[in-house]
């Protein structure tokens, strides 16, 4: 490591002032994923930890990789070309925003890469792919500023323009997933070799798969959410770290649980089991893995809880009163809308709280 310290010392005067000065924040960006930014501080004290941005990111990648190695071990390789077209695709799209702002790179698309292929189906197009990252990283987070600005989650932003344009291809692209061993993480299965439909839409039709299939992942859907048990460990893991936090999951689940049992108590006919529909689709994914995002929801812990309600109702709501048969991208999309006023209501009601 330390002869390739040296190396960026050396090069750091030609990126610097040099002929490659544009380039700054690609060299930049590759300097910190390695040792971190040598910045220091105007006023004592002089030494910054510059880690905590990386810890985070890599902790999320952590959490996220068994979600990601189940994908490619049910769907195969094609999961893995999926991955690459995001991070290239994606990337480019992030080194470029940052030569003409002059900004460094920041970390946060390495979370944003990985989590997008892993909400599509396992046989979408690769130029689908490269289509809807492109647009979830300019649209969704780009035009506000860069990372840290965005009012919403990139990566679901592209999931909705994919949603909404190519409909056709993000309700039909499912591969049968594999088993015994090695599943299908040999294989490179072709977008022609399709399974007719998920769990959640045989839900519609009074098909409910069981259990155990939706527990360990044995059946058809979008590449990172089909095995819950994956899910669970990934999510625990980043709430023990607490890059996660435990309000947003625990209110996300616990009012889809809650008004799932109300409503199916009062109109059974239009709500599935509970439990069921908990383990199945995008549900556990998007409440460990995105409603927690800490940029694009609230940052108070009442707003938390207020939140992952929001999210588990429109959820419940979305799933079963309307034409879609997943609701998880659509709620926290409206969440994050509201989350800004969430924040302020709770701080408004905590400082009436303080003056009485």
């Known amino acids: ?188 299965v072709g977008a022609d070799v399709v399974s007719s439909a998920t769990p959640l839409v045989l839900a519609k039709q009074g098909e409910f798969a069981p259990l155990a299939n939706l527990f360990w992942g044995n059946v058809t859907g979008c590449v990172g959410e089909t095995s819950a048990a994956v899910i669970l460990a990934g999510g625990l893991f980043l709430i023990l770290v607490r890059v996660a936090n435990w309000r947003t999951v625990a209110a996300t689940l616990g009012s889809f649980a809650l008004l799932g049992l109300l409503l199916r108590s009062l109109v059974p006919e239009h709500f599935g089991p509970v439990g069921w529909h908990m383990l199945a689709g995008g549900l556990l994914f998007g409440a460990f893995f995105m409603a927690t995002d800490p940029v694009t929801s609230p940052i108070t812990n009442g707003g938390k809880w207020v939140y992952g309600v929001l999210i588990g109702g429109l959820t419940l709501l979305i799933r079963s009163l309307t034409g879609y048969v997943e609701g998880v991208m659509f709620a926290i999309l409206l969440a994050n809308i509201a989350a800004p006023t969430i924040d302020e209501a709770v701080a408004r009601w905590r400082v009436r709280k303080l003056g009485k």
């Open 1 to 188: 490591m330390r002869v390739l310290e040296r190396l960026f010392d050396r090069l750091r005067p030609t990126f610097d002032k040099g002929r490659l000065a544009r380039a700054r924040p690609l060299f930049d960006a590759i300097n910190n994923f390695f040792f971190g930014p040598k910045t220091v501080a105007r006023v004592a004290p002089h030494v910054r930890d510059p880690l905590d941005v990386k810890r985070y990111m890599t902790m999320a990648i952590v959490g996220i990789a068994p979600a990601a190695l189940a994908g490619i071990y049910f769907f195969g390789l094609r999961v893995v070309a999926m991955i690459l077209v995001s991070y290239i695709v994606g990337g480019a799209v992030e080194v470029l925003f940052a030569i003409v702002r002059k900004e460094e790179i920041n970390e946060g698309f390495l979370v944003t890469g990985l989590i997008f292929p892993l909400i599509l189906p396992p046989a979408l197009p690769l130029w689908m792919v490269a289509v809807g990252v492109a647009f979830g990283v300019i649209v969704g987070k780009e035009v506000f500023g860069g990372t840290g600005r965005n009012p919403f989650n990139p990566a679901l932003v592209g999931r909705c323009f994919l949603a909404i344009g190519y409909s056709k291809a993000m309700t039909s692209a499912w591969i049968e997933p594999g088993g015994g061993w090695i599943g299908r993480a040999t294989e490179y």
